[in-house]
């Protein structure tokens, strides 16, 4: 979507890619911006996949992913929001209160938006 100018052409366009971790971000922001910086011009990128992941993309993230606060602090709180198959048995039972602890060093306003804002905000409710 990027490399072929999707968000070019389509700029409000909102993808939500539902994941059940989040840890593959911070390493696809980095390969995509490398290859943004030194490959341009084989693309119809004319953006930052940073720029674009702030503007168009939304990760719905397991609420017991280690690495999940990593990629809060590297890519930033915008764009997270937390995914859960409960009420199924296999299913996360306390997704609030589990990303509520796994988050707990991230500032309070951040974990409001990953649990609340930002899926509000990415389904327009």
Known sequence: MMYDGV???FPR?????????????GEWLERVDY??????HTSR??????EYFARNIWVSANPEERMF????QFAGDDRFFIGSDYPHAE????PVRTTRELLAAL?????????????AAFYRI
């Open 107 to 119: 500032p309070e306003r951040s974990v409001e938006k990953i649990l609340c804002d930002n899926a």
């Open 45 to 50: 990128m004319k953006h930052s996949a940073a």
């Open 7 to 9: 968000f070019e052409r």
């Open 91 to 94: 299913g996360f039972v306390h």
């Open 69 to 72: 606060p990593l990629m809060v």
């Open 35 to 40: 290859r943004y910086r030194y490959l341009g």
């Open 13 to 25: 366009l909102r993808v939500g890619t539902i994941e059940s971790m989040a840890g593959w971000v």
